[in-house]
């Protein structure tokens, strides 16, 4: 490497690195400092904007358009997904998948189309059956619990919980087949 800083010493001609990166413009507002890009999940989002459309119209345009407001049809989309969420079939499924040897995980699908809450469901659940019950977000959102108390918690579900019992049914390993849990 020494031999390559005499050779530049010399006098031959060396090509100029071009500079890596992007220049990043930060909103001055002392109560966001962010990237302008970055400005919309901030503490002030409103005021950023104001800013940015006052004095940085180029940037703005970039960032949020024209400034005409795509909103109404982006709510259409939400209130058609939410109708095809309460489509879904009103029906408990319970699961169980054999995780090692001797230990199972239980899953409980479909208590939300019943208007329970799941977060208290499977705190209920945790207590009942002395074992670890967690809510897994998802679509279809699940209960999983440790342990195997597949009839149990069939039991528990129409006991507790007060669903119907022509709601409940067992599925096979593959989730395909599905059999009336009474």
């Known amino acids: 490497s020494g031999g390559s800083r005499a050779m530049a010493a010399e006098g031959e001609d060396l090509t100029p690195v071009p500079e890596l990166g992007q220049q990043v413009g930060y909103c001055p507002l002392l109560t966001c400092t962010m990237p302008f890009s970055y400005c919309k999940y901030g503490p002030h989002p409103e ?24 909103e109404p049809t982006d709510g259409k989309k939400s209130k058609s997904k939410k109708k095809k969420k309460k489509v879904l079939e009103e029906a408990v499924k319970i699961s169980q998948v054999q995780r090692s040897k001797r230990k199972f995980v239980t899953t409980v699908v479909g208590l939300d189309a019943f ?15 002395a074992c670890s019950a967690s809510v897994v977000k998802g679509n279809p959102s699940e209960i999983q619990i440790q342990g195997d108390v597949k009839f149990e918690v069939a039991d528990f579900v129409l006991d507790k919980l007060k669903v119907p019992k022509e709601k409940i049914f067992f599925m096979d390993a593959k989730g395909k087949k599905k059999t009336p849990a009474f």
């Open 115 to 129: 208007g329970l809450d799941l977060k208290q469901s499977a705190k209920k659940i945790s207590k009942r059956f």
């Open 47 to 70: 005021k950023c904007k104001e800013w940015i459309k006052a004095n940085e119209p180029a940037i703005f345009a970039e960032i949020y358009g024209d400034g005409k407001a795509v």
